[in-house]
């Protein structure tokens, strides 16, 4: 009679999935969930800063601010897509449907692999205008910036899309705890009843092109500034350039090199919770710095928000 019931549980499809979270850590959640709703609060104001710093001054009216700004958007809307479900399950059981999941998997992984492709653009662009200095207004002209970033955002629906409607056709039963802090990929596929294979094998391919290409592109970028950067007679500026290029490899390599560890080689990862971590460092670790890194250090940024906040006074006074 026992073994009825199971068998009639573990064949019944499921229609919603409970996120576990950091379940398996005994500090108090509370801690994590103030810890962790500052961070959101921060990564929100500063990227908000610099679209709004972007949009209103005349002088940041260029292809890499242009980029930055897209950059921002990217990642408040993915960052916004996983976060509030994470910080929901620090004080109760997070609950969501199960497409719910697949949809919070095909936006979270669509402006992912969006901003893997605009970073590389980013990168692109530094070594037209370090390099090519005289002809980089020609070769990074206002239609062809448009063009990079409606491809990098376009390229990266379409391809967790297909994705997605793989995963659509697989059944779910039996568990429904998904052990992790928001639908990721493999806690997803390991609750599957059906024939995963075809999903794993797609989703392997595309992050092998995906990851491996852009950041091979920044690698080949960020080297070739490097060589130009040493024609430059030692002093503050080759100084500078080294800092900057430095605190973007950085972050940048944390970005991929995380993701690739999860999507390409999933297996080298023997813990679930160190799983947890590592995705912690690419939906919130770098989009927390990225702000910083990339624009608020810059002057012509401190200058058009000094210039905004100047003017909001004024109307104010007036």
Known sequence: MIRMDTISIENQTITEFILLGFYDISEPHLLFFILFTIIYASIIIGNMLIIVAVISSQKLHSPMYFF??????????????????????????????????LLQFFIFGSLATAECFLLAVMAYDRYLAICYPLRYPLLMGPRWCLVLVVTAWLSGFMVDGLVVALMFHLRFCGSNHIDHFYCDFMPLVNLACSDPSVAQMTTFILSVVCLTIPFGLILISYARIVVAVLRIPAGASRRKAFSTCSSHLTVVSTFYGTLMVLYIAPSAVHSQLLSKVFALLYTVVTPLFNPVIYTLRNKEVHQALRRLLYSKQTEILD
Do not use: D, H, R, W
């Open 68 to 101: 930055l700004g897209n950059l921002s958007i990217l990642e408040i809307l993915y960052t916004s897509t996983v976060v509030p479900k994470m910080l929901e399950g620090f004080l109760q059981e997070a609950i969501i449907s199960v497409a719910g999941c």
